[in-house]
């Protein structure tokens, strides 16, 4: 904003008060115009910045008029990855977080986001004022610079095994002829039959992010798919369809010739292992050529900021508390030192502690009992226990086995080794709850949340 680097035309408002008070006047420092964008006095006016591509966003900077005692003190932050669909950042309780502005027209004053956001989109929507909705403002963060390589179908790198298929129409056009810029075989994969749904599917190998993909029709042959669905899966069993931003299926326009290449991207994109092409319309005969773009994901393994304190005491919840200064909720973060730990009040299956983590992606867990060595040798620790998910704190999903039944997650031996799981498929959430099912001497943990926060927000 300060530096010029985002464009005027990608400034915009809810409204402007008048002349000279345009949104692209509301940048940091910016003495432009009147000194600020202003718009009219009503709460909910807002100043957007397009950012020009995902960002992830970790704190922004506020400023009032540079000519007149106008400013906004306070506000809410939306965010949106398509410019139709709107989310507000939440406090540590679920509501909506009301950011303090500024108290002078010209102090700078700055607002750190935790959980950071990746996003397109920022909107800065005035709640109160003081003079007139006025605003300078700046985004910190950094650009998601580019997990758009091709995964392997035109390279090679992924093998013909992991190319399937719903059909072929015979032996000879096989679904891994399906590579983009290749003419392998009978040119690309074709469907054995003319219906809608016919699929193929792509192994990508491992959790890869994908951020797009491309389409072209039959080598040298008028065949190709004019219309066709995404689905996604990490287990090859449970599959979903990627959403439009109004909430139905997306159907993706392909192609219109056999050469051309038709790219999409995918905005939020998908964490996933397995991609199908659903086939809706099509050319003469169901036939396609396809690459996957994106990065495989190599460390979503990362501490989410229990042990390092990124993550608030006012974040972590449970669902009792044993008296004493050394069994405080708070205190149940990894390698707490001392006694330190949670405890919860009653020895009862079903005794929970959660963490708020803001919205991310969550790979895997570790727990850790209540140190031994300092309580009379008399070791604490939770033996087994379930895991609990919920992205607004009221309705709760049980991470399950693939054969659809509640996982029991092996806990402790001890009261001091650290013992990890790790979750296949990952869970996007905002919440986690660890339930304790059995336990040594008293329900007690201390405990880490591995992940990382990723761009959007999805189910797979």
Known sequence: MEAGYIADTSITAASVAHGGLEPYNGRLNGVRGHGA?????????????????VVKVHGVITQGRMNADQWVTQYKLQFSLNETSWTTYKD???????????????????????PPVSTWYIRFVAQSWSGYVAMRVEVLGCMDTGCL?????????????SITASSSWSNTHHSYFA????????GSWVGGVNTPGQWLQVDLGGVAKVQGVITQGRANTGQWVKSYNLRFSWDETSWTTYKDSDGSDKVFTGNTDTITEVTHVLRPPVSTRYIRFVVQSWNRHQSMRV??????????????????RHVLDDRITASSEHGGETCRTSLGRLNQAGTAAWCAGNTTAGEWIQVDLGFSMVSGVVTQGRDALLIASVPQYVTSYKLLFS???????????????DK?????????????????????????????????????????VLGCYGVGISDY
């Open 37 to 53: 964008w202003a718009g009219t006095q009503v709460i909910g006016e807002w100043l957007q910045v397009d950012l020009g591509g």
């Open 92 to 114: 540590s309780d679920g509501s909506d977080k009301v950011f303090a502005g500024n108290t002078d027209r010209t102090t700078a004053v700055t607002h750190t986001l935790r």
């Open 149 to 161: 390589e091709p995964l392997g179908l035109e390279s090679g790198r992924i093998k013909d095994s």
């Open 179 to 186: 590579r983009l810029n290749k003419i392998i075989g009978t």
């Open 291 to 308: 690459e996957v773009l994106g990065c495989m994901d190599t460390g979503c393994r990362s501490p989410l900021g229990m042990e390092s």
């Open 391 to 405: 992205n607004d704190g009221d309705s709760w999903t049980t991470y399950r086995d693939l054969d659809g039944l």
């Open 408 to 448: 029991v997650f092996t806990g402790n031996s001890d009261a001091t080794t650290p013992v990890v799981q790790a979750l296949h498929p990952p869970v996007t959430t905002r919440y986690i709850r660890v339930v304790a099912l059995t336990w040594h001497n008293w329900i007690s943990m201390r405990l880490e």
